[in-house]
């Protein structure tokens, strides 16, 4: 499937809706939550809010929130309108179709590493954000534990895509356990210094840095081994699959 059209129809498949409204952004909404240093409150904007189950699952604790989503797709968009979220479509690699100081809260989850231009992204992010406002990133992590293994064999990271057709290529025997050949998309990998680096760059205070691990298909008993050792490393940033950085705009 090419990207396109995975963007606009792969990601509503039912098993995969499910997951993630059920499991996957009730975790990590409580992951933002527990690390933010103030509750969420006003105008939050999800960049690549997909259908819009995350804000809806935050909207579902706090019915105070007024949110507004930006995504690319436009079936996602549609879906977010249905659960009373204010989107726009758009190319996040360009200007962020809101007014400047609007925005309490930006979140960017699992975003930056598709886009070919995150300096453009985030200039525009501390644009839309009110003084003060907070931007919340996740992103995978280039330097995870695993991936230091890897580079040692010659194996290519999990996370970045060489090819647009096939996320398998470059990782070796990792082919017999990794069955999804589906690319999503990333373009992007960042380190947490090079995070700190770029938020700071744009006139962002860092005020939180974690790390947190990942869910896998593996086969049940790789799936165990590998989660158990994972969320250990995850408590080192640096190391961890997945890192939360949180931005505040001076």
């Not at 090079?194 to 008993?221: E, I, N, Q």
């Amino acid at each position: 499937m090419k990207l396109e059209k995975y963007y606009d129809i792969g990601r509503y498949f039912e098993h995969y809706t499910t997951w993630r409204e059920k499991e996957y952004f009730p975790n990590r909404i409580k992951l933002f939550v527990k690390n933010l240093p103030v509750n969420f409150s006003g105008k939050i904007l999800d960049a690549g809010c997909g259908d819009g189950t995350m804000l809806s699952n935050i909207k579902k604790n706090n019915s105070k929130i007024k949110p507004y989503g930006v995504d690319i797709s436009k079936k996602g968009c549609e879906i977010a309108r249905k659960k009373g979220i204010k989107t726009r479509v758009a190319d996040l690699n360009n200007k962020i179709p809101f007014f400047k100081n609007s925005f309490n809260f930006v979140i960017a989850h699992e975003v930056i590493e598709h886009l070919t231009d995150p300096d453009q992204f985030l200039e525009e992010c501390h644009r839309v954000l009110k003084k003060n406002g907070y931007l919340i990133i996740t992103t995978p992590n280039l330097t995870a534990w695993y991936h230091r293994l890897l580079f040692l064999f010659g194996f290519y990271p999990l996370f970045s895509e060489l090819s647009t057709r096939n996320r398998q290529v470059g990782i070796g025997p990792l082919k017999k356990i990794i069955k999804n050949v589906q690319p999503v998309g990333h373009i992007r990998i960042f380190t947490v210094s090079a995070l700190k680096d770029m938020l700071k760059l744009y006139g962002f205070k860092v005020v939180k840095v974690k790390g947190s691990a990942v869910s896998t298909a593996f086969p049940r008993v790789i799936k165990w081994i590998f989660e158990g050792i994972d969320s250990l490393w995850s408590q080192i940033p640096s190391l961890s699959s997945n890192i939360l950085i949180i931005g505040q705009r001076k």
